[in-house]
Structure formats: structure tokens, C-alpha cells
């Protein structure tokens, strides 16, 4: 699973404005997605260990565009092509796996992901209530998850990778609706590289829970 960084929560636009980063933000998430799916390609084969380093790269993207977007907003955009590429190398096994073993949960995954994204999606951006809390409780809840995984190398609790899984799709829940209403509240056009990093990693993050829980991996 995938750190997520939850950029500053800002003041609204005009509307005009605010079609054009929808636009903007949407058509990079779906360009990102695209090099995902090729970095994922590319690296069907790669062994454990260029996994990890080419998922410490892909983070390195992510933290270097906090401070390239303020810079150049071009920097910006191709970190976030590099943080698809690298994070697609660095999970391209774990597909091919399933793909060979369980290649209707691979479609199922991406099918209920998009369904995900879109419906939490449009229920944050169309919200008139302020979700932010709702962020910084799911941005938490989130490091909970993180350390509950950890946690989970070493003990052994039946039933935990199910309810693993399910507790991470609660939690993106929230951070989707978050992120969507920021994505409509936002106040700057050069915000977008970022806004498009949180929404990819969104739905990257839950196509992965998806994933176990149609693969198999959410059983144990």
C-alpha cells in the first residue's frame, strides 16, 4: 500500500476555473494511469527487490513534486508520469501474478475501482459540507492501517487480510471524497500535478484492496 500525502486544503475558484482544473486534474490521473498500466508491463518480471527500490523511486517523485509545483508546473507533470511508471514497475509482479492466476479478479478489481473512484468521487465534489475533517481522520487512520500491516508480518490473526482489506477501502473512501471536494474548492491552476498524484493514488490504492479480496489474497 502506498503513502498517501494530503496537500493543504484551500479557498474556492470561480467556476470557470474550476471545469478547467477538473479537466486538467482528471486528464492527467487518466495519462498517469496509462503509464501505470505500461510500467506494470515492463516490469511483469522484475524480482523483489527492484520492486522496492523502483517503489522508494516512485515515492521520491511523489515528495519532489510538493516542491516542483511551486517552481515549474511542466517538473511537475512528468514527476507525476515518473510516479506512475515507477509505482507500475514496482507492482508490476504482483499483477502478473494475479493475472496468471486469477486474471477475471484482475477486471473485477479495475471494474470495481472505477465504480469506487466515480461514485465516493462525485459525492465529494458535489458535498456543500466541509469534508476536511473527514481527511485529516482518514489521513490517520490511514497511519493506523500502515502500522495494522506492519503488525501483521509477524502475528497472525484469522481473518486479518479480509478485514485488512475492507477497513482500506473505508478509508480511501474518505480520503476520495476529500480529495474531490478539494479538487472543486481548490484556488490555483498549478495545484493540479499534485490534486492528480492524491486522486491516482486513490484509486491505485484501492484497486490493490480490490485486488486481494477478488484474488484471494484477502483470505487467509
Partial sequence: MYQYQAPAYAAPMTRDQTATLFGQVMGLVAVTAGIFALGCYLGRNLTAGFSIVFFIVGLGCLIAMNFAVRRSGAAGIWLLGGLGLFLGLATGPAVAYYTTTSPAAVWQAAGATALFIAGFGAAGYASRRDLSALGRISFFALIGLIILGIVLIFVHIPAANM????????????????????????????????????????ALNVFLFFLRIFGGGGRD
Fill in 163 to 202: 478485514l485488512y482489506s475492507i477497513l482500506g477501502l473505508v478509508i480511501f473512501a474518505g480520503l476520495t471524497m476529500f480529495d474531490f471536494q478539494r479538487l472543486r474548492r481548490t484556488k490555483g491552476l498549478a495545484s493540479a500535478p499534485l490534486i492528480a498524484a492524491s486522486i491516482f493514488l486513490d
